[in-house]
């Protein structure tokens, strides 16, 4: 089951909550070495919910 976390409003903060999250994950940068903090808010959410989706099928595994 994926758990709902509200960051704090405003997108700038969302951002950087996003990045907080995905370093506590481990992902600081991705397959061609972009940095999550040259990341726009839309590409950290997809990322987020790509790895919250893929630790939830390894937990059903």
Do not use: H, W
Not at 28 to 47: N, S, V, Y
Request: contains cysteine; aromatic residues 14%.
């Amino acid at each position: 089951m994926l758990m709902s976390v509200y960051p704090p409003e405003g997108s700038y903060q969302e951002r950087y909550y996003l990045i907080d999250q995905l370093r506590d994950l481990g992902y600081t940068e991705d397959a061609f070495g972009k940095r999550t903090i040259e990341m726009t808010l839309p590409e950290l959410q997809q990322i987020f919910i790509n790895l919250e989706y893929q630790r939830e099928c390894a937990l059903e595994n």
